[in-house]
């Protein structure tokens, strides 16, 4: 897996590259603002980039912008966020072109070595890797015409798991319960939120979007 790394602190790219190197990753590009990132993608066409929020010359979301366009631009490459802080409307922003092989992150996450691995593997695969804390928020701020109101609560905890990128197996462990159980709340939440089967969409993506943009 080729992997383009862009944050505005040496010391983290230096640590992540490292990371990435021990787990047979290939670092081919390691930059510190947004152009030097497009640019990169477009020299190395890396399997992920690894993108801060906030990187020069405003330090505001140059690198959140610089996502969103990798995201229409180049639509098979993987993206994960990094972010020093949980701010929802960037993960949902990133979000609305699809759910596909994007990740966000909490920065205090790459501590736990095995978990931000997994994130990258995830996302580089198509898979969805969400920070818990952004999946709390998104749960703490629920309203009573809230679209998702018809979900129990076991099936509002599948269906975070779901979005943080959690396989059905991984799900059935943390919840301490069996695979026919996940999948049987995974077929109500579907049936719930009135995700029909169709060839062209994928209903564990779009139970995602729903439950982000609920």
């Known amino acids: ?10 010391l983290l790219r230096a640590g992540l590259a490292r990371l ?12 510190g603002d947004a152009p030097a990132l497009l640019a990169a993608v477009d020299q190395h066409h890396p399997d992920v980039a690894i ?8 330090y505001s979301d140059e690198g959140l912008r610089a996502a969103v366009q ?19 409307p960037a993960a949902q922003e990133l979000l609305a072109l699809g759910a596909r092989g994007v990740g966000y992150l909490l920065k205090d996450r790459v501590a736990d070595v ?4 997994d994130a990258v593997t995830r996302v580089a695969h198509g898979g969805t890797a969400l920070d818990p804390e952004v999946i709390a928020q ?23 798991l779901m979005a943080e990128g959690r396989s059905n197996t991984a799900i059935a462990e943390r919840l301490q319960i069996g695979d026919g159980a996940v999948e049987k709340h995974i077929s109500h939440i ?4 009135a995700l029909e089967p169709d060839d062209s969409d994928h209903r564990r993506v779009l139970a995602v979007l729903a439950f982000l943009k609920a």
């Open 190 to 193: 579907f049936s719930k939120l």
């Open 20 to 31: 990435l190197a021990d787990a047979t990753y290939e670092v081919v590009a390691s930059v």
């Open 138 to 160: 998104v749960m703490a701020r629920r309203r009573r015409d809230d679209p998702l109101g018809p979900l129990t609560p076991r099936e509002r905890e599948v269906l975070a």
């Open 114 to 117: 095995r978990e931000f691995i």
């Open 51 to 58: 993108v801060d929020v906030r990187m020069p010359p405003g």
């Open 1 to 10: 897996m080729r992997v383009v790394i862009a944050d505005d602190s040496v």
């Open 70 to 88: 990798l995201r229409r631009t180049h639509r098979d490459l993987g993206v994960l966020v990094l972010s020093q802080y949980v701010e929802e």
